[in-house]
Structures are given as structure tokens and as C-alpha cells.
Nanobody, 115 residues
Framework: QVQLVESGGGLVQPGGSLRLSCVVS????????MYWYRQAPGKQPEWVAL???????DNAEFVKGRFTISSDNAKNTVYLQMNSLQPEDTALYFC?????????WGQGTQITVSS
């Protein structure tokens, strides 16, 4: 079973930065990909960033140049560094892992960008 726990959310002013963390635990699986999604109030979830097991990364167009996904295998953690945050980035952010036993999701961490 795969368990994911996000942290790092909070309230930040426009132009500020935050780093989200997602720790994966469990055994008996191999990770294929690591993903960040977000869901703003009243909107559908949207993909934000990905990193494959081979190291390939990609971001959604609306965060290119501002958000960076990375991982630390020794800490079983994937990160989302978010810079130049704007009010429209306010959302519940989820991590998701694709593994050999399926797709798993964290519980989400809230980001609110407001002055």
C-alpha cells in the first residue's frame, strides 16, 4: 500500500514563495511517476507538474518558470517549489504517485495567496 502525506501549505502574500513536500511510504511497489495537482474552489482538478522515475520533469503552462518539481529519493519525498505566487494559485494541492500497484493520492495541502 502506498501512503502519501503532503505538507508545506499555508497563507502567503502575492509574489511570495512556498515549498510543498510529499512523503511516500509503504512497500512492495515501484514508482513510475510523481505528480502534483491542484483544485481551486468550484473548479475541476488540474495537473501542475510531474517527474518520472527516469528524471523527466514537466510543468503545466500556467506555472512554467514559477514552479519546480524535484525529489529526494533518500527521503522518499517529492517537492514543489512555488515562486511568484499569485491569488489565482490559491487551491488545494495534491501529490499523486503512479506505481506498479496503481495510483495513489495524498490528502492535500491548502495554499492561499492573499494580501
Amino acid at each position: 500500500q502506498v501512503q502519501l502525506v503532503e505538507s508545506g501549505g499555508g497563507l502567503v502574500q502575492p509574489g511570495g514563495s512556498l515549498r510543498l513536500s510529499c512523503v511516500v511510504s509503504g512497500s512492495g511497489f515501484t514508482i513510475h511517476g510523481m505528480y502534483w495537482y491542484r483544485q481551486a474552489p468550484g473548479k475541476q482538478p488540474e495537473w501542475v507538474a510531474l517527474k518520472t522515475s527516469g528524471g523527466t520533469t514537466d510543468n503545466a503552462e500556467f506555472v512554467k518558470g514559477r514552479f519546480t518539481i524535484s525529489s529526494d529519493n533518500a527521503k522518499n519525498t517529492v517537492y514543489l517549489q512555488m515562486n511568484s505566487l499569485q491569488p489565482e494559485d490559491t487551491a488545494l494541492y495534491f501529490c499523486s504517485f503512479g506505481t506498479t500497484i496503481g495510483v495513489s493520492w495524498g490528502q492535500g495541502t491548502q495554499i492561499t495567496v492573499s494580501s
